[in-house]
């Protein structure tokens, strides 16, 4: 009665917070994103482990969020957190009391203190104050799979120079090694931003790079690291081209297809292909992963979406003394002023509907296309971890419905992507178009006029970078000129992230994002300069010595970085 698989991928991201800001902007993010989902998710995976249901979700998380979550100040910066939002809550509660508020919003201020006071005692009793450790046993149990993501969420397609999108994959690998001890299955693309291998230039003119020159397709980097898989959206596989197929498992042997129009299978998100830049697939392919838009947007939308339920905890309303929430959704177009208290109580038999309901779509969209096509499917649904929890208090429950209804599923079972690879075995080839999961499934989100100015910086820094590199060879044993380098990769790393052309973009936290890259791009101009003189004279003043060190201790990520994974070409 088998009709295929349920694949749910949770990508777990947030940019370079520690030490940069707290509230509104800053490590707040992260507070907010271990209290509202982290926590409550690996509640939800491990009470289902003790039902004895494996939850068999897909978890990504980027190399930068697990140095955060993995820093030595983080622990006591999230225990501040927690009792900071308790003390909030009874202040609440004494302000509500005495302005005789209704008996409900103050029995809130109390619900708020006790969801708060558990959160605290899961981090710091159950979870031992390490979420990715936490996460690492679930995979060691098999409950879960665990994949990477490039090292500071940079936006791979628009890099400049072949050697940066080389370092964030190789910085993905060796980092997702340190914290998980096995190498990742597969990566997450940032943005799910895909590039083939063509004759390429920058869409601004900033030489070198504005030169034409063939670059390889990012399958083919992913490749080269053993990256088996990775996740696309459907209006990519929509537009792709058929190649052909492998004859054989080793993927050895193809078939091509001679004429497209004839040959061309069934273009369906519910099929695994594999993605190659031509016909050559000995330079390396990947499988990929598609993104249900359907499906999908059932749980993501949040006009038509089960967040706009009106009993749910409204995300936007927050009592301006602790910015803690009191009301429900009650009307996603209602105003502020309209909005009601919110019952904890009411949602549960919402869940419940809400579950069954996507369970019902999910049987019936597989079932479909099994009595249809013979082929047992793989129905793929990636969505940003911080809508589970965060943006949708209710999400983590909702997963858990979920897993737990489809463990009863005759038809449909979860599973996680390698197990997925395992089963269907792909055999088809499919040449993707250049793409992302954005606005118009293209660049525009990252790459448009107020953000040109970004990508002028990005490109000079990579120049610049390469060309000290190349200097820096010839003085081999300068241990402080490597200390330096070292602390100027880690800078462009950060420069590169594609969270501050999307916080422009959107507009949600423009002047935090601005100060942000022009930061790191001071530093790592002030940082060459270093370099430079250090090179030529081997010493620097105490002032210089005391920025560098102001520079490793706001950074202080990927302590196993090595200069020459910038430039480092696996064969």
């Not at 989902?37 to 009470?47: A, D, E, S």
């Not at 197929?245 to 091509?256: A, H, M, S, V, Y």
């Not at 249900?292 to 939308?301: I, K």
């Amino acid at each position: 009665m088998f009709s295929g698989s349920y694949v749910l991928v949770l990508h777990t991201h947030l940019p370079w917070v520690i030490h940069h800001g707290t509230f509104p902007h800053g490590v707040d993010w992260l507070n907010e994103a271990v209290a509202e989902c982290y926590i409550p998710l690996l509640n939800v995976f491990n009470q289902l482990l003790e039902e004895g249901i494996l939850p068999k979700v897909n978890i990504d998380i980027s190399p930068v969020l697990c140095e955060q979550l993995e820093h030595p100040d983080f622990p006591k910066i999230f225990e501040n957190y927690c009792k900071n939002k308790i003390e909030l809550a009874q202040k609440d509660e004494k302000n509500f009391t005495n302005w005789g508020y209704h008996p409900h919003h103050i029995y809130l201020t109390k619900y708020w203190q006790k969801w708060y006071s558990d959160r605290l005692d899961d981090f710091v009793n159950k979870y031992s104050k390490s979420i990715v450790k936490s996460l690492k046993t679930l995979q060691d149990l098999g409950a879960i799979e665990i994949f990477t993501c490039a090292a500071t969420h940079g936006y791979l397609p628009l890099l400049g120079d072949d050697r940066s999108v080389e370092c964030q994959i190789k910085v993905a690998v060796e980092n997702y090694k340190k914290h998980f001890q096995r190498e990742p299955k597969g990566i997450w693309l940032p943005e799910c931003a895909y590039r083939p291998s063509y004759i390429w230039k920058t869409l601004i003119p900033v030489n070198p790079y504005h030169q034409e020159r063939l670059r390889p397709g990012l399958e083919q980097i992913l490749a080269r690291y053993g990256l088996n898989y990775f996740i696309t959206d459907q209006n990519l596989l929509e537009r792709c081209l058929p190649i052909g197929r492998f004859l054989d498992l080793r993927k050895e042997k193809i078939e091509l297809f001679k004429n497209f129009s004839g040959s061309a299978f069934d273009i369906n998100p519910l099929r695994l292909v594999n993605v190659s830049s031509s016909e050559r697939v000995e330079y390396g392919t990947s499988v990929v992963f598609t993104r249900h838009q359907m499906m999908s947007m059932q749980v993501w939308s949040g006009e038509v979406g089960y967040p706009a339920e009106p009993d749910y905890l409204d995300f936007h309303k927050r009592h301006l003394d602790s910015m803690l929430r009191y009301w429900r959704v009650t009307d996603k177009k209602a105003d502020m002023l309209y909005k009601t208290l919110y019952y904890p109580d009411w949602t549960a038999r919402k869940i419940d509907l809400q579950s069954n309901h996507f369970i019902h779509h999910l049987e019936n969209t597989l079932n479909w296309f099994y009595n249809n096509s013979g082929i047992q499917g793989t129905l793929c649904t990636p969505f940003d971890t911080e809508l589970f929890g965060h943006w949708w208090f209710e999400g983590p429950e909702f997963i858990r419905a979920v897993i737990k209804g489809l463990n009863f599923s005759p038809w449909v079972k979860m599973a996680t992507c390698s197990e997925e690879l395992f089963r269907v075995q792909p055999d088809l080839i499919v040449k993707l178009p250049e793409g992302s999961w954005g606005v118009n499934n293209n660049h525009d989100v990252w790459s448009n006029p107020d953000t040109y100015w970004t990508w002028e910086a990005i490109y000079n820094d990579e120049k610049r970078f390469g060309d000290i590199i190349e200097i820096a060879k010839h003085k081999p044993n300068n241990e402080l000129g490597k200390r330096i380098l070292k602390q100027a990769l880690k800078e462009l790393l950060l420069l590169q992230a594609s969270d501050w052309q999307f916080l422009i973009y959107t507009k949600s936290a423009k002047d935090y994002a601005e100060q942000r890259f022009f930061y790191h791009h001071s530093d790592f101009n002030g940082l060459i300069d270093l370099v430079e003189k250090v090179l030529e004279v081997g010493e620097i003043t105490p002032e210089e010595e005391h920025f560098l060190t102001e520079c490793e201790r706001r950074n202080s990520l990927f302590q196993e970085l090595e200069i020459d994974w910038w430039s480092f070409n696996p064969k």
